[in-house]
């Protein structure tokens, strides 16, 4: 796939490192950056009189939206300074509906791009899944590291497990994957059968990616009782990744959030870069 639209989504509260990546990231590949500032009212209306809370909601809109445009121009005037193609869009949205507005926009674009800043915000970053991975088709890269990401990673770990998430985020990666020096296709606990990862786990897989080019090694880890997403951790730091690219959520959404689950783990304790795709 050939990156060349690029969605960054920004909190109005906090986006400096963020656009700074985000510009770095689209000048080395030469992509239209689109960048999204959001702004989201999760508070509850206040108590009292209908006139009293009416006029204090307006009061709060008009103040919310007022620096919304003021932090949308400070994004252009630093844009503008750039060598990036771009664009800015201003949202404001109540919490619940941010997602739409995400997926809206995902919709047409070829990767969403998720900086540190708004990876350590827990409520962004799960708007953001939910618009992006559920609402629409395109892969989200999560850069949890102020600093920009690789443009052409050495060594990426490829967690497979034969299913249809996992085949999603091989090809969508495909731009990282030949550009990097080693593709590390790693199975946890791999079973040797036709149903589920054929006779050679992961020869398949790496027989898919030779014929892209792509330099791989078949890697098959015992896990030892730990869980999956340890061992997968544990595995990058071994063979000095510079990302992770995996398929996300095989489960449904409440499965993921009632029991956890490897996507959510790496999500939310992942010191590289991670590709996801659903």
């Not at 999760?42 to 709060?60: F, N, T």
């Not at 994004?75 to 060598?83: N, Y």
């Not at 969508?172 to 593709?183: G, I, T, W």
């Amino acid at each position: 796939m050939s990156i060349r639209t690029v969605l960054c989504v920004l909190d109005v509260n906090q986006f400096e490192e963020d656009l700074k990546g985000a510009i770095s990231f689209c000048e080395s590949r030469g992509a239209h950056l689109v960048a999204l500032l959001i702004s989201m009212d999760a508070a509850p209306p206040p108590m009292g009189r209908y006139e009293d809370v009416s006029a204090l909601c307006a009061q709060l809109q008009e103040e919310a939206a007022d620096r919304l445009y003021k932090k949308s121009e400070e994004i252009k005037a630093v844009l503008a300074r750039s060598q990036t193609s771009y664009e800015v869009q201003e949202v404001y949205t109540e919490f619940a509906w941010a997602d739409e507005d995400i997926a809206e926009l995902a919709l047409y674009a070829d990767l969403v791009l998720v900086g540190a800043q708004a990876a350590a915000d827990e409520g962004l970053r799960r708007k953001i899944i939910d618009g992006a991975l559920f609402q629409s088709p395109t892969p989200i890269l999560i850069n949890p590291k102020r600093h920009v990401v690789e443009l052409s990673p050495r060594s990426i770990l490829l967690a497979w497990d034969s299913s249809d998430e996992a085949a999603r985020a091989a090809r969508q990666s495909m731009e990282f994957l030949k550009q990097a020096e080693s593709v590390h296709v790693t199975l946890v606990d791999p079973l040797a059968s036709r149903a589920a990862n054929g006779e050679e786990p992961g020869a398949d897989i790496a027989t898919f990616l030779a014929r892209h080019g792509v330099k791989t090694d078949v890697d098959r880890v015992a896990s030892g009782g730990k869980r999956v997403e340890e061992v997968l951790r544990q595995h990058a730091i071994d063979v000095s990744a510079d990302m992770v690219v995996m398929g996300a959520y095989n489960h449904s959404r409440l499965q993921q959030r009632l029991f956890g689950g490897v996507t959510r783990s790496m999500v939310e304790d992942t010191t590289l870069p991670l590709f996801l795709a659903h």
